[in-house]
């Protein structure tokens, strides 16, 4: 943050506290509103989070501490934060376009229309999956349900009180947060499992009401639920991430993952299923549709931007690095199997990592890490009850702001693309907003009432994200080389994390035409040729001249 970071920031973007920020230049109290730095930290780092460094790293360690660590350590510092960096400086020299948008501005018109497909089909499958994830959370933890949803009028009343100026936040922060986490204690008392209703499973009934709920969230001012309810789960993370990082010297697992495990029974091929499958924690293309959709319209000075887009993300690849210790040695301290036997040490893990079926599905991955890190917390004095509603409802809430995040940046997308198509009623805040959760709703139903339809397109999901880095990376590079700048530094990852991407779809690929998974199938083709084409594209107007963007190095 302090080296190559300050170097990004002064040498390279060369971000300069004199330059006007959207936020002051077109607030509208709704999405543009002038935000401290710490508050608006809060929401991009919760944002970004969600429940990928969580699940990813979960499933990455099979193949072994050593190789997920390594990627996690220069993927975050020199191609995860440069990305997220990159994407939010970017967007604020466009007056808070998202990337779609802007690469129209900056490339051509066609590259912008191509990116668009590819972001909405990213989104959707976000909005869709990160739904019945904190579906299948609230059916496997009861007991963090009431705490989730007592954190939205927390929050409304923090952001109430913070507007109306002359308080203290710190002291403000600190009520919310002591609320917070009695409402854990009062959810672990009161637990609140869901019947099934009219036929519905109890993961389809939530997911009707999280996508209700994301509806409502993403048309509101980010001032009256987003921020606060942000900012109040960033400082629940730094109280879990301080209790875990506590726990590790204080129980001092012994780390039983293998070092290195690079063909496990059943698994994919490491390379390069390493680089898709632990996205979050290094890099992500979601990011970028964060940074230009919500944080660039809200950043108060150019300066915050290293602060919120490069300090974010090597915080998140920190929470990456503590879950594959709770994975990895948390574990191992007391795990129970499906027969009620309790295993520890190398059997813990084996049995839990043996295979690569033995660790599939959403619940098993995130049951390794509530457990583990439930394991490292209860040496502490808390209970062990208590530890696994405490990390239940860290990994729901991250989900949820990721949910109502992913729904906002639909509808900027839908918006963006109605005005370029002239539909001017479609681009209304309502209107695209409800278009974006009656697709993902149809994608969660798609195969039954359970809400898991998404899942079909699960195998998806890293490459198509990882596809997302790639392409933000090459229009940040070309903008940078119009402005006469550094370009290397965003070229050069864009290529890596390309090829590693091109490489995990096309095996993808294979195995979803093997499997007969039609909606994937179709939907992978079309990204692996947008890909292509693209990335051909983006290369080719490297080697040439300015594009059509007229923004200016210093300024939107």
């Known amino acids: ?159 109430r009180v913070i507007l109306k100026g002359n308080v203290n936040l710190t002291k403000v922060t600190a009520v919310a947060v002591a609320a917070m986490y009695g409402s854990i204690a009062l959810g672990y008392n009161v637990p609140l499992p869901m019947p099934e209703i009219a036929g519905i499973p109890a993961t389809g009934v939530w997911t009707i009401l999280l996508l209700v709920y994301a509806y409502i969230a993403s048309t509101l001012s980010v001032t009256t639920l987003l921020q606060p309810r942000d900012f109040i789960n960033a400082w629940q993370l730094m109280v879990a ?60 000075t150019e300066p915050d931007a290293r602060f919120v887009g490069y300090g974010s993300m090597l915080t998140e690849g920190f929470l990456a690095t503590i879950v594959l210790i709770a994975c990895g040695g948390g574990l191992a301290m007391a795990y129970t199997t499906a027969d009620g036997e309790v295993l520890t040490g190398s059997a813990a893990f084996a049995t839990h990592y043996g295979s690569w079926m033995a660790s599939s ?104 994200n990882q596809l997302l880095a790639g392409l933000a990376l090459i229009v940040v590079s070309y903008w940078l080389k119009q402005q006469g700048r550094n370009y290397v530094v965003t070229l050069l990852p864009s290529l890596i994390i390309l090829v590693f991407t091109s490489w995990a779809l096309t095996h993808t690929l294979g195995s979803l035409y093997d499997s007969g998974n039609l909606p994937s199938l179709v939907i992978g083709c079309i990204a692996l040729v947008l890909q292509v084409w693209l990335t051909i594209e983006g290369l080719a107007l490297m080697l040439q001249g300015r594009g059509e963007d007229t923004a200016p190095a210093t300024g939107g």
């Open 1 to 159: 943050y302090n080296t190559y970071g300050r170097y990004l920031s002064q040498k390279v973007f060369g971000l300069d506290a004199g330059n006007r920020t959207p936020s002051h230049e077109l607030a509208d109290g709704v999405d543009y509103v002038p935000t401290k730095k710490q508050v608006i930290f809060g929401h991009h780092f919760t944002s970004i989070a969600g429940t990928g460094p969580i699940v990813g790293p979960a499933i990455g360690i099979i193949w072994g501490w050593v190789p997920a660590l390594l990627w996690i350590f220069i993927g975050s510092i020199f191609m995860g934060a440069v990305h997220d960096f990159g994407a939010l400086v970017i967007s604020l020299r466009h007056k808070g376009h998202t990337m779609a948008e802007i690469t129209g501005m900056v490339m051509n018109r066609r590259m912008k229309i191509m990116f668009f497909i590819i972001v909405f089909l990213a989104l959707l499958i976000v909005i869709a999956i990160f739904g019945l994830v904190i579906a299948v959370i609230f059916h496997m933890y009861p007991a963090a349900v009431l705490p989730v949803w007592l954190q939205i009028p927390i929050a409304i009343v923090m952001g």
């Open 361 to 464: 599905g959403l619940a098993s991955k995130v049951a390794a890490f509530v457990v583990g890190a439930a394991n490292m917390i209860s040496s502490l004095g808390m209970p062990q009850e208590i530890a696994i509603v405490l990390m239940g409802v860290f990994v729901a809430s991250f989900a949820g702001t990721t949910l109502d995040t992913a729904t906002r940046l639909q509808r900027y997308v839908i918006s963006e693309l109605a005005a370029d198509l002239r539909t001017e009623a479609l681009g209304r805040r309502h209107p695209a907003t409800l278009l974006a959760v009656v697709t993902a709703a149809g994608l969660a139903f798609y195969n039954g009432a359970g809400g898991k339809g998404a899942l079909l397109l699960w195998p998806l999901f890293g490459s198509m």
């Open 241 to 300: 991430m301080a209790l875990l990082v506590l726990g590790v010297f204080v129980a001092a697992p012994t780390m039983v993952a293998p070092a290195f495990n690079l063909s496990p029974d059943g698994a994919p091929p490491w390379m390069p299923f390493l680089f898709i499958t632990i996205a979050c924690g290094a890099i992500s293309g979601f990011h970028c549709l964060v940074s230009s959709g919500t944080s660039s319209k809200q950043v108060e």
